[in-house]
């Protein structure tokens, strides 16, 4: 489980990354983020909508997932960014591998891991 101090938990926060974030679309999510301008914490929001399942248990399964994928690379991403998982509609199908390593990729991709 992601710390408190890691979380996303405002709309507004879910807001500003939306307007002003860079987005980087991948085939399972599109990853958002935000550089903050004070020194602190990365925090990461995740995002299910009803359209990739109507169930409930089925939406949080899938943000446990990410969540999960996430947790292990907070220690080896630079502080002062937020970002938004967004699922898309073939994270459905897809395996807890797969989907660690196009994170993982993803964020090689464009220079945040350390």
């Not at 926060?13 to 004070?38: C, M, N, Q, T, Y």
């Not at 995002?47 to 446990?64: C, F, Q, W």
């Not at 990410?66 to 220690?75: I, P």
């Amino acid at each position: 489980m992601l710390r408190k101090i890691n979380r996303l938990t405002k709309e507004r926060d879910f807001d500003r990354i939306a307007k002003f974030g860079r987005s980087l679309v991948l085939p399972f999510l599109i990853i958002r983020s935000f550089k903050k301008e004070e020194e602190s914490f990365s925090r990461f929001g995740f995002i299910v909508s009803k359209r990739i399942s109507k169930l409930a248990t089925r939406r949080n399964y899938i943000k446990r997932i990410m969540r999960e994928v996430v947790r292990g690379l907070v220690s080896d991403i630079p502080s002062s960014y937020d970002f938004v998982f967004i699922a898309r509609s073939p994270i459905k199908s897809i395996k807890f591998s797969e989907l660690k390593y196009s994170i993982y990729a993803a964020f090689k991709k464009i220079n945040l891991l350390k």
